[in-house]
């Protein structure tokens, strides 16, 4: 059982999805605006946002970015989009949303994306509190150790905040931008292609099990469990 916040204007979807949520065991409330979307993230403290991309007040692609940059930025976000919305979607992945479904989707397929968004975030909880894991990767954040398929795999400081990272935010795509100030700092004077380079010799030192770092074309990286 999770606690769902529904972000969606049109009321039939809104009440049609909250029913389904319910009936899927889990808490679930819909808001009208993005405002008010924000403005109940701290009262409801939801553990997955579905967020309509067009709505009235505010562009649901920067209600992802107000949610990233708050409190709540760690909750899991689902868009829900009309199939013309590409450029809002791809602006909303490149702003942190996990995943997005397109309208008209089944309420099958939706409750399954929200069951698959919610155990990825479970599994992203460190395991002791000092490692991390994902596929047949497992890093030691105190030892500074990574091993890939009970393997040693010997990282430069870089390589290893930059797999941290991944590990971190799983399921969640990370635009080279995002990449860039997070691992490399935010003043760092390098191009995005420098990432790219990165990313393929830590997938060559992680070998096969390295293929749990997804590209996502024209966008960024994605860790995939
Ligand atoms: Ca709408």
């Known amino acids: ?79 829900v989009t009309a199939r013309s919305e590409e450029t809002d979607r791809v602006r909303g992945l490149e702003l942190g949303a996990d995943d997005y479904v397109t309208k008209p989707f089944s309420v099958k397929e939706l409750l399954l994306r929200v069951k698959a968004v919610l155990r990825r975030q479970g599994e992203a909880a460190p395991v002791d509190g000092r490692l991390l894991s994902a596929g047949d990767i497992v890093l030691d954040t105190e030892r500074h150790e990574v091993k890939a398929r009970g393997d040693a795999v010997v990282l430069t400081a870089l390589e290893f905040r930059l797999l941290k990272t991944f590990l971190e935010r799983p399921g969640r795509v990370q635009t080279r931008e995002t990449l860039l100030s997070d691992v490399w700092g935010i003043d760092a004077d390098i191009t995005t292609r420098t990432v790219d380079t990165h990313i393929k010799r830590l997938r060559e030192k992680l070998g096969p099990a390295g293929d749990i770092i997804e590209t996502i074309r024209g966008v960024g990286y994605k860790l995939v469990g």
């Open 1 to 79: 059982m999770a606690r769902i916040l529904v972000i969606e204007d049109e009321q039939d979807l809104g009440t049609l999805l909250e029913y389904n949520l319910k009936a899927d065991g889990h808490e679930a409330e819909v808001v009208r605006t993005g405002a008010a979307g924000i403005g109940r993230l701290s009262g409801f403290k939801p553990d997955l946002v579905l967020l309509d991309l067009m709505l009235p007040d505010i562009a649901g692609s920067e209600v992802a970015r107000l949610i990233r940059e708050g409190e709540s930025r760690r909750v899991p976000i689902i868009m």
